[in-house]
């Protein structure tokens, strides 16, 4: 079974700076998709980005971007010009290429942004 | 609007007081499941169905139960809710197509058992 590891439970930023959430996930397989979601106070689940694992170049979108490291299971999600709006929980979450019905979630990072 | 719908948004109930939790999706979906998140958890699979009449346990099926007798809908039912089963529960869909990887969430079903 797949295990993904967040290990900071909260993190705080300010306001237009730089954050980095860290996210460790246990695999066996070589493809496999790996994702970051947003819950902000509406519990609303948001996809914000996914990276396929076959692809060597990080994903971004807009001011969210990855780090994907393969070898070393990791996949990190930094979010710049942080703004008041990104205040949510994070969660990293990985799914098989096979097994594609299921996401297993890490227990996610709650982002706090300063004004 | 493709959306995923669950309801109710909130319930409280008592111990051993059957109840359903109600998922249905506009998307045409194949694939749907259950989460539930807990603090410090994360969200974990709870059942879910590949299709119609197709249904498996998911890494929490304890104490669950699920039916897929139509497409569109997949509802969770506790047929005896204990207070290990307050959570924050979430429906989702997804195309079974393998480069859909987009998985649909509802808007969650808060349930406290007492």
């Known amino acids: 079974a797949q295990t993904v590891t967040q290990s900071q439970p909260e993190m705080s930023v300010q306001e237009a700076e730089t954050v980095t959430l860290s996210c460790t996930y246990d695999?066996?397989?070589?493809?496999?998709?790996l994702f970051w979601y947003k819950q902000p106070p509406s519990r609303q689940m948001i996809l914000v980005i996914r990276?396929?694992?076959?692809?060597?170049q990080n994903a971004t979108e807009n001011r969210f971007s990855v780090n994907f490291q393969k070898a070393a299971k990791s996949f990190s999600l930094k979010i710049s010009d942080s703004q008041l709006g990104d205040a949510a929980m994070y969660f990293c979450?990985?799914?098989?290429?096979?097994?594609?019905?299921?996401?297993?979630f890490g227990a996610g990072t709650t982002v706090t942004v300063r004004a | 609007e493709a959306q995923v719908t669950q309801n109710p948004r909130y319930l409280i109930t008592v111990t051993g007081k059957k109840l359903t939790v109600t998922c249905s999706q506009n998307?045409?979906?194949?694939?749907m499941s259950w989460y539930r998140q807990d603090p410090g958890l994360g969200l974990r699979q709870i059942y879910y169905?590949?299709?119609?009449?197709?249904?498996d346990k998911g890494d929490v099926p304890e104490g669950y139960k699920v039916s897929r007798k139509e497409k569109r809908n997949f509802p969770l039912i506790l047929e005896s809710p204990s207070p290990n089963q307050t959570s924050l529960y979430f429906c989702?869909?997804?195309?079974?197509?393998?480069?859909?990887?987009?998985?649909?969430f509802g808007p969650g079903t808060r349930l406290t058992v007492l």
């Open positions: 989702a869909s997804k195309a079974r197509d393998v480069d859909a990887d987009t998985q649909y």
């Open positions: 695999t066996s397989e070589s493809d496999y998709y």
């Open positions: 990276q396929e694992a076959y692809k060597q």
């Open positions: 979450a990985y799914r098989s290429a096979w097994v594609d019905y299921k996401l297993s």
């Open positions: 998307m045409n979906h194949e694939y």
């Open positions: 169905s590949m299709n119609v009449e197709v249904t």
